[in-house]
């Protein structure tokens, strides 16, 4: 009795804390891993937070807010052990591109409503979990996904070249806007453009070639990783010291972070209206499900290597909660990064005490070391964002897409397409759509095959592709697709035909091997079906048919319109109860 209570323990607590798996469980291994992930993540999030509350519109201090009580949050709540929540490139520019035609960006009413837009995508988020939503994740392809990624990258690089070169620019929501702009105002600050440039230099050399010197010197990947994930914070400081001693912010007008606010947020609750939901609902929803199918892939990615469980819901719930911890504490939308969760991954970490460190951390930086990014110019923090976004551009993806399905590439080259031209909503809303008629088209018409006995065995298979037996008043089809509203039409008409085209049937047998689901549309056209086979002398069998539908059958007078004993366990079974062959044929 004691042992099964030991064995039932884990799973219970998992089902009502996952986090308690690894806090009662916490092994003295795990520390050097989790102090080394959570020291190398917190190097890492400190300049990006920054950087991407600046792509947002927001001030930079809310981007570390951001990395403090949501990643505690997630940690206690989320069930993927390496996942990094934080700030987001992608989520950032969607807070921007839709809170713009609300208000100014920086204004007091802008932080308001982003503020807000935090709190609504949480609540969004938990109240997905709590009805079990987590499946809405696979409204987005993975085609869709590629294609809003890429475009979105490269409207956050060509919004950033204004803040590179220092050109006097408005903020502009679409790609094409933005080019228009930039070749109509190019009068770029020579000294701004100098650094900018500079920056990005850098953080392109820090990658791989600097990984590849590293391990040529002989340093561990433990050594590596600190140190070539280090580069962006180097970087920030050698730029503000740089800006600093040269007095390039008052004599060559070098824009800069300036003063940041010293000391941890204030928990307070954002205006929450019902003119401000209905603004921001259409909003809250697509970062909603654009943040969560990035996060639970990043995270589906990383349990699967290390053989641990993930579940979207309670994940769906983490991410909610950690969003309205950051409405709370004054910070933007959050999600898990792609690169970060990588990072902390490889640099060690373990469970989710990796997050709570680095939290703990940025709460340093935060209440003590704020004074020193004053002289930190907002050229280099441009450039770890247009780095970050060009590391997300997936060509790779795209070009294998292209060559797998040319329908998928056509899916993802009109979110491409929408993203650049209409903005990132519109975008993600046109790919999906694209996607959800892409599977309407599939399954429309149901591909259906003509089988054979193969050799004198009990295995069937495709006519148009193997040598089998075919008997002359039987005729044998096997359907490749559930049945429901949109295809059973379709269907009807294809399997008449086949029967027009062949006078000598007496027997169609259909073969449901492939069927997975039969809706109420699709039942009423198979009892209408065999009726008109009837009519016309042509007996309609079924086989192989899943239990599933045999039970969803019998609730209905379905079988009992189809003659005695023409449901067959298989094809094979079917052709011996039928063996009545006039004539034999093969096919090749």
């Known amino acids: 009795m004691d042992m099964n209570n030991r064995e039932r323990a884990p799973s219970d607590r998992r089902r009502y804390l996952p986090s308690l798996d690894w806090i009662l469980n916490y092994r003295r291994a795990d520390l050097a891993g989790d102090c080394t992930a959570g020291f190398v993540v917190a190097v890492m999030l400190a300049p990006q937070g920054m950087a991407y509350a600046l792509l947002a519109g927001l001030p930079p201090e809310m981007g570390l807010y951001s990395s403090i009580l949501p990643l505690i949050i997630y940690a206690v709540l989320g069930t993927s052990r390496a996942l990094s929540v934080g700030p987001m490139a992608v989520i950032s520019l969607m807070v921007a591109s839709g809170l713009a035609p609300l208000a100014a960006a920086g204004s007091d009413r802008y932080v308001e409503l982003a503020l807000s837009l935090a709190l609504l995508v949480g609540m969004i988020k938990i109240i997905m979990a709590l009805l079990r939503f987590g499946f809405l994740a696979d409204l987005l392809s993975h085609a869709v996904i590629s294609g809003y990624t890429s475009a979105a990258a490269l409207i956050i690089i060509a919004d950033q070249v204004r803040h590179l070169l220092g050109l006097p620019l408005p903020r502009q929501g679409v790609f094409y806007q933005s080019i228009t702009g930039l070749m109509g105002g190019w009068q770029p600050n020579v000294y701004t453009a100098c650094l900018g440039l500079a920056s990005v230099g850098f953080l392109l050399i820090s990658k791989d070639p600097l990984r590849r010197f590293l391990k040529r010197l002989g340093l561990s990947d433990g050594q590596v990783v600190p140190l070539v994930q280090g580069a962006p914070l180097a970087l920030v400081a050698a730029a503000a010291v740089w800006v600093w001693g040269m007095g390039w912010a008052d004599g060559a007008g070098v824009a800069i972070v300036g003063t940041l606010p010293r000391g941890l947020p204030s928990l307070d609750l954002p205006s929450f209206s019902a003119d401000i939901v209905r603004d921001l609902l259409p909003l809250a929803l697509a970062i909603s499900l654009v943040s969560f199918t990035g996060s639970i892939a990043v995270a589906k990615s990383l349990t699967s290597r290390r053989r641990q469980r993930l579940e979207a819901n309670w994940e769906l719930l983490g991410l909610g909660a950690a969003n309205v911890g950051a409405a709370l504490s004054g910070g933007v939308a959050v999600t898990g990064g792609l690169s970060r969760s990588l990072v902390n991954s490889a640099a060690g970490a373990n469970t989710g005490l990796a997050s709570v460190i680095t939290a703990f951390l940025i709460a340093i930086v935060v209440l003590f070391f704020t004074p ?89 298979r495709s006519v148009a592709h193997h040598r089998v ?48 689901y039969v809706d109420a549309s699709a039942l009423e056209t198979l009892g209408r079906l065999n009726e008109e086979l009837a009519a016309a002398g042509v007996d309609m069998h079924l086989a192989e048919v899943k239990e599933r539908i045999m039970h969803s059958f019998s609730k209905t007078d379905f079988p009992q319109l189809l003659k005695a004993g023409c449901i067959y366990a298989s094809t094979h079974e079917a052709i011996e109860a039928l063996n009545r062959p006039k004539q034999a044929s093969y096919h090749i």
């Open 372 to 460: 020193l990014f004053y002289h930190l110019p907002r050229a280099a923090l441009a450039a770890i964002i247009a780095v970050a976004a060009a590391r997300i551009i997936d060509l790779r993806t795209a070009l294998h897409i292209w060559r797998y399905s040319k329908a998928d590439a056509a899916s993802l080259g009109a979110t491409f397409l929408a993203v650049l031209v209409l903005g990132v909503e519109q975008g993600i809303a046109i790919g999906v759509g694209a996607s959800l008629l892409l599977l309407l088209w599939r399954t429309s018409t149901p591909r259906v095959v003509e089988l054979g006995r193969l050799d004198d065995g009990e295995l069937f």
């Open 469 to 516: 037996r075919t008997y002359d008043p039987i005729l044998i089809l096997r359907i490749d697709e559930s049945l429901y509203f949109a295809n059973a039409n379709q269907l009807e008409r294809q399997l008449l035909n086949e029967v027009a085209e062949r006078p000598q049937i007496d027997h169609l047998v259909l073969v449901f091997s492939a069927v997975n």
